[in-house]
């Protein structure tokens, strides 16, 4: 067990000192925290769990992103990048993800102002205040952060920091099977049948679901974009067979859609609608999973329905059920997350999922973040909690307003300088959708 002191050049603000601001997670948003705080003299270190850079992302990288280009890239980011010959893509094409690591975020990282100050294969399982837990009070904002590190090759160390920007994400925190929040009775008999959102049916994993009974499990665009995929593949190889479960009476976040002025997500719902209608998938609605059971080499899902127990038997499942944050490495951290979303509390009646999609969420920044524990803030996709859409362009603003708070621009931090379009950002094309970017 090792206690290591980063220590960096002074930054502007004085209540740094000299210790660096620690970024959790080194995909889209913690590169652009990166870009922002450089920017301003700022000195950080980037804890990435993935052996290289935005892990999570690649495990999705054959989807295509809602957003075009122009919206994909971090101002600060961006002139990094150009200053350094970097050649800007075509702003209106829409990337999967694979190509935004490959054109955008691989490039940044290289960077030397980047690259000398992220660790990769480096896990935080806990953050906390140096010789204070959650119940002590006084001093606490004068005390340098502690981060717990667990690294690849087991080794367990304690590092400080002067602020903390948490941008893990939620990708690696699905939501339950279960309707009840809770994983279903038995999941753990058949965990290796279910795999996780948004899976590679045309590509890496086609092996999986090919001439197989694939049962999808969420009402939301990663569902359907799954849907439409293994519809492809049903086409291409005979035997493939697709149930659709949801849990409400209508899958209104994908049906709802259709009149939706984003043509490019409406037409996804319409793609579905048109699917469930021909019978290329079997749609079924009203189911709340209470347990799961082994038959054979596929599993047996049995929910309740209409008053009474049904079942479905599939060879695989897709949880496509949406993700939450992962809040057990901030128990020592004192957060205002609000009750139901589990975003941070003054976020959370901006982006309520029954109010509002991507593109009708205000742009905001360190006002709507901060949290009790001064110098501490959730971004990016985990600062949603558990609703879904989240825009690469909103969690861009986010680190830049908090890059300016941290460097004593007070007037600045709470300034918008992002305009979201009302239209053409939440969408896909016709190659797939996620629930962000």
């Keep these: 067990m090792t206690l290591i002191d980063l220590t960096a050049p002074a930054a502007r603000n004085l209540h740094l000192g000299t210790l660096p601001v620690a970024i959790i997670g080194a995909g889209p948003i913690g ?7 450089h920017e301003r003299g700022i000195d950080f270190i980037v804890y990435e769990a993935g052996e290289s850079i935005a ?5 999705w990288g054959h989807t295509r992103l809602f957003s075009p280009w122009k919206h994909l890239v971090d101002p600060a980011a961006g002139r990094l990048l150009l200053a350094s010959g970097w050649t800007e ?9 694979s190509e935004l690591i490959a054109h955008y975020l691989e490039p940044l990282a290289a960077l030397d102002a980047i690259a000398s100050r992220i660790r990769t294969g480096t896990t935080v399982t806990a953050v906390s205040r140096e010789g ?8 606490r904002g004068s005390r340098a952060f502690i981060l717990r590190l667990a690294g690849v090759d087991g080794e367990i160390t ?11 994400g939620t990708y690696l925190n699905p939501n339950s099977l279960g309707s009840n929040g809770l994983d279903p009775l038995g999941f753990g008999g058949v965990a ?11 590509g890496a994993e086609r092996h999986r679901f090919a001439r197989k009974h694939t049962a999808v499990v969420g009402a939301g665009h990663s569902a359907a974009n799954t849907l439409i995929n293994l519809a492809q593949l ?6 493939t067979t697709v149930t659709w479960i949801i849990r409400n009476t209508a899958a209104v976040r ?19 609608s048109r699917l469930a209608e021909s019978g290329a998938i079997s749609q079924v609605d009203g189911f709340e999973i209470v347990g799961l059971e082994r038959d054979g080499d596929g599993v047996d899902i049995v929910g309740n329905r209409r008053g009474g127990l049904e079942h479905v038997r599939a060879d695989v499942i897709v949880n496509a059920t949406g993700f939450r944050p992962n809040l057990d490495m901030l128990r020592e951290i004192r957060l205002s997350l609000d009750e139901i979303v589990e975003a941070p509390a003054a976020l959370a009646p901006l982006i309520d999922p029954n109010l509002h999609s991507c593109g009708t969420v205000s742009p905001h920044g360190v006002a709507e973040l901060t949290q009790p524990e001064r110098d501490f803030f959730i971004v990016g996709m985990k600062s949603y909690g558990r609703a879904p859409t989240f825009l690469l362009a909103t969690g861009y603003e986010q680190v830049r307003s908090i890059a300016d708070e941290l460097a004593g621009n007070r007037v600045a931090a709470r300034q918008v300088q992002l305009v979201l379009p009302v239209t053409g950002v939440c969408s896909t094309g016709g190659g797939g959708a996620s629930s962000c970017c």
């Design 192 to 202: 290796d049948l279910v795999s996780h959102a948004l899976p590679d049916v045309l």
């Design 254 to 272: 994908v049906f709802g859609s259709a009149d939706d002025e984003l043509q490019a997500r409406a037409s996804i719902g319409a793609s579905v």
């Design 132 to 139: 204070m837990d959650r119940t002590r009070t006084v001093g």
């Design 89 to 97: 893509p075509d702003e209106s094409s829409l990337p999967t993800g």
């Design 234 to 239: 049903a086409r291409d190889e005979p035997g």
């Design 55 to 59: 892990s999570s992302m690649a495990a």
């Design 31 to 37: 590169l652009a925290a990166a870009a922002q705080l």
């Design 158 to 168: 304690d590092v400080r920091a002067a602020a903390v920007i948490d941008a893990s």
